[in-house]
T-cell receptor
Framework: EAQVTQNPRYLITVTGKKLTVTCSQNMNHEYMSWYRQDPGLGLRQIYYSMNVEVTDKGDVPEGYKVSRKEKRNFPLILESPSPNQTSLYFC????????????FGSGTRLTVV | KNEVEQSPQNLTAQEGEFITINCSYSVGISALHWLQQHPGGGIVSLFMLSSGKKKHGRLIATINIQEKHSSLHITASHPRDSAVYICAVRSNTGNQFYFGTGTSLTVIP
């Protein structure tokens, strides 16, 4: 089944403890992206990647890192999480620049205390 | 500054009604997407448009590139259509996506 898989679905952590949220897709998509969703603010793009070893900042990259060492994986790294990073996170993928549909992961609800 | 504006924010309809959700954007785009998010959070891509009109079942999406406006229509609405509908645009000057804050639709039996 074609899908984007995020893990974990739920995570509670403490301020400053490094964490990684994984994202993997099995559709050979070039484009992958991370978003956070907050009440009243909607979805905002954190980072995106056009292909292996190519990443770019979105609207709200501060406090986050990403890497794209393999085409299928695009992990989101929080080196030192803070409470304002408590949010619902989504990974998504698509074929490259072509006007193609978008597939979202199921989301990761992160709470930083 | 909001690159994408949606209206209305909230919408309640009786089952069977025709529903329209509007989206206006201020940036140049390569594509516009309509997304559906059900309670529980999963997001599904409904349409991707770069021009004209698309139809899928009871859902119709239109876009007017000159006016920078898109509409999502639901004919013969049903309670299972209750969800948040989100408009998103892909910038044509980079690969960033911008999102509206969503329209929360409730369809009452």
């Amino acid at each position: 089944e074609a899908q984007v898989t995020q893990n974990p679905r739920y995570l509670i952590t403490v301020t400053g403890k490094k964490l990684t949220v994984t994202c993997s897709q099995n559709m050979n998509h070039e484009y992958m992206s991370w978003y956070r969703q907050d009440p009243g603010l909607g979805l905002r793009q954190i980072y995106y990647s056009m292909n292996v070893e190519v990443t770019d900042k979105g609207d709200v990259p501060e406090g986050y890192k990403v890497s794209r060492k393999e085409k299928r994986n695009f992990p989101l790294i929080l080196e030192s999480p803070s409470p304002n990073q408590t949010s619902l996170y989504f990974c998504a993928s698509s074929l490259s620049r072509s006007n193609y549909g978008y597939t979202f992961g199921s989301g990761t609800r992160l709470t930083v205390v | 500054k909001n690159e994408v504006e949606q209206s209305p924010q909230n919408l309640t309809a009786q089952e069977g009604e025709f529903i329209t959700i509007n989206c206006s954007y201020s940036v140049g785009i390569s594509a516009l997407h309509w997304l559906q998010q059900h309670p529980g959070g999963g997001i599904v891509s409904l349409f991707m448009l770069s021009s004209g009109k698309k139809k899928h079942g009871r859902l119709i999406a239109t876009i007017n590139i000159q006016e920078k406006h898109s509409s999502l229509h639901i004919t013969a609405s049903h309670p299972r259509d209750s969800a948040v509908y989100i408009c998103a645009v892909r910038s044509n000057t980079g690969n960033q996506f911008y999102f509206g804050t969503g329209t929360s639709l409730t369809v009452i039996p």
